[in-house]
C-alpha cells in the first residue's frame, strides 16, 4: 500500500496544470535545440540549466527531464532530413529515414520515431518505477567483468550490422576502440594518446565524430556528382502514420522499447548500443533486411 500511496501522490504532483506547463515548455525547448546538429541532450541540459535556480525543485527537475527528452528526439530529426545526426543516439536513424526523406516519406518517418520514442519512452518509465528497487541493487553488484562483456557485446552488434565485408566490420570496430582510449585514463589518471593537446583530454567527442562522418561524408559526395548536382527538395507532409505504417512499426516499436529498457537500466551502456542492438534485431527478423 506504501507504494500505490507514493505513485498516487507522484502522479497528483506531475499532473498539475503547473507541472504539465513545465514539462511542454521543457519538450519543446529540447527539441527545438536538439535539432541543432552537434549540441546533443547533455548539452541542452547543462545550457539551461540557470535558468531553473529560481524554480521549485520538482518543477526544475520535471522541466529539466523534458528537455532532455525532447533533445533526444531531435537529434533524429536532422539525421531523417540531412543525413547528419544530432546526436550519439540518432547515428542508426540515418540508414533508412534519410533514404524515406529522399523517397519523399520524410513526414511519416518524422512522425513514427516521435510516436515510437513516446511508446517507448513511456514503457521505460512504468518499468522503471516498478522494478526500481531490485534495479538498484542488481546496479551494485555490476563490476568490471559486466562492463567488460556489454561492451564486447555492443562491438559485436556494431561488426556484425557493417554491410559487405567482414573483415572490414572488425577494422572499424577496432579502430573506434582505439579512438575511445584518447583522453585520460580513469583509474590512474595518466593521459593517452593526447598529444600534449588540451582539447583532446576529454577524448573524441562522439557526437562530433558521427557529425564528420556522416555530415562530410554527404558533402563529398554532392561534389562528385560536379554539375550534375542537385538540392532535393520536397514538402514534408503527411506527419501521421498511416495505418499501414502503423502496422508494419507497432512490433518494431514494442521490440525496441523492451531492448532499449532492458539495456538502458544496465550501468555504462548508454543509448548508442541499444539503438544498434534493435536495428539489427529488426533487421534480422524483416521479410526485406535490404
Known amino acids: 500500500m506504501d507504494i500505490l500511496n507514493s505513485l498516487i501522490l507522484g502522479f497528483g504532483v506531475a499532473f498539475s496544470p503547473t507541472n504539465l506547463l513545465f514539462c511542454f515548455v521543457g519538450v519543446l525547448i529540447g527539441t527545438l535545440i536538439g535539432v541543432l546538429p552537434g549540441i546533443g541532450p547533455i548539452a541542452t541540459v547543462s545550457l539551461l540549466l540557470p535558468i531553473t535556480f529560481g524554480m521549485e525543485p520538482v518543477s526544475s527537475i520535471i522541466l529539466l527531464a523534458g528537455v532532455f527528452y525532447g533533445a533526444q528526439y531531435g537529434g533524429s530529426t536532422t539525421s531523417i532530413l540531412v543525413n547528419i545526426p544530432g546526436e550519439a543516439a540518432s547515428v542508426i536513424t540515418c540508414l533508412d529515414g534519410y533514404k524515406m526523406a529522399r523517397q519523399g516519406r520524410a513526414g511519416p518517418a518524422l512522425g513514427m520515431a516521435a510516436f515510437g520514442s513516446f511508446i517507448g519512452g513511456t514503457f521505460s518509465v512504468i518499468g522503471l518505477m516498478l522494478l526500481a528497487p531490485w534495479l538498484a541493487r542488481m546496479a551494485t553488484r555490476f563490476g568490471p567483468p559486466e562492463l567488460f562483456g556489454l561492451m564486447f557485446f555492443g562491438v559485436t552488434m556494431v561488426t556484425y550490422l557493417c554491410k559487405g565485408s567482414l573483415v572490414k566490420g572488425i577494422i572499424m570496430a577496432l579502430a573506434g576502440l582505439a579512438v575511445s582510449v584518447v583522453g585520460v585514463d580513469p583509474i590512474t589518471g595518466a593521459s593517452r594518446f593526447t598529444m600534449g593537446i588540451n582539447v583532446l583530454m576529454d577524448g573524441i567527442g562522439m557526437v562530433p565524430a558521427a557529425m564528420g562522418m556522416f555530415g562530410i561524408a554527404e558533402v563529398l559526395t554532392n561534389i562528385e556528382q560536379g554539375m ?63
Not at 260 to 273: D, E, Q, W
Open 228 to 290: 550534375r548536382q542537385e538540392v532535393f527538395t520536397t514538402r514534408i507532409k503527411g506527419l501521421l502514420p498511416s495505418l499501414r505504417d502503423w502496422k508494419d512499426s507497432t512490433w518494431p516499436i514494442i521490440r525496441g522499447g523492451m531492448i532499449g529498457f532492458s539495456m538502458g537500466i544496465l550501468p555504462g551502456s548508454g543509448t548508442v548500443i541499444p539503438t544498434f542492438i534493435s536495428y539489427t534485431v529488426e533487421k534480422r527478423l524483416s521479410h526485406h533486411p535490404e
